[in-house]
């Protein structure tokens, strides 16, 4: 026999322990993915807390970048009625899952952005 196989077969035979790091190659990924579901989990929920605090007055913006003023809500229809112009009162009707964010309750209040 060749030295080569002579010790390929004595490896076969010392039983192997697994190292460490062996382990936490797979505990970290699984570590990040729990992490990563968990903050998603945690901003769908703030945005549905949102939604379901949503009332008149409140400034808002829309998925497509609309900015209004909530001046009435269906609540069995999920639509909600802004306030885009104030100056000519113009008004467009959208669906409730459109609103993206609630920037604040008091129409008076500029952005301070």
Request: no cysteine; aromatic share 4%; net charge positive.
């Given at each position: 026999?060749?030295?080569?196989?002579?010790?390929?077969?004595?490896?076969?035979?010392?039983?192997?322990?697994?190292?460490?790091?062996?382990?936490?190659?797979?505990?970290?990924?699984?570590?990040?993915?729990?992490?990563?579901?968990?903050?998603?989990s945690?901003?769908?929920?703030?945005?549905?807390?949102?939604?379901?605090?949503?009332?008149?007055?409140?400034?808002?913006?829309?998925?497509?970048?609309?900015?209004?003023?909530?001046?009435?809500?269906?609540?069995?229809?999920?639509?909600?009625?802004?306030?885009?112009?104030?100056?000519?009162?113009?008004?467009i009707?959208?669906?409730?899952?459109?609103?993206a964010?609630?920037?604040?309750?008091?129409?008076?209040?500029?952005?301070?952005?």
């Amino acid at each position: 026999m060749t030295p080569l196989l002579t010790l390929l077969a004595e490896a076969d035979n010392q039983p192997q322990s697994t190292p460490p790091w062996f382990y936490l190659m797979y505990a970290l990924p699984v570590l990040m993915l729990i992490m990563l579901f968990r903050s998603n989990s945690k901003q769908k929920r703030e945005a549905q807390n949102a939604l379901a605090a949503l009332k008149k007055n409140d400034k808002v913006v829309t998925s497509s970048g609309i900015l209004g003023v909530v001046v009435a809500i269906k609540e069995n229809e999920d639509e909600v009625t802004l306030r885009v112009d104030d100056t000519s009162n113009t008004r467009i009707r959208v669906l409730k899952s459109s609103i993206a964010r609630v920037t604040s309750g008091d129409p008076t209040v500029g952005d301070a952005k």
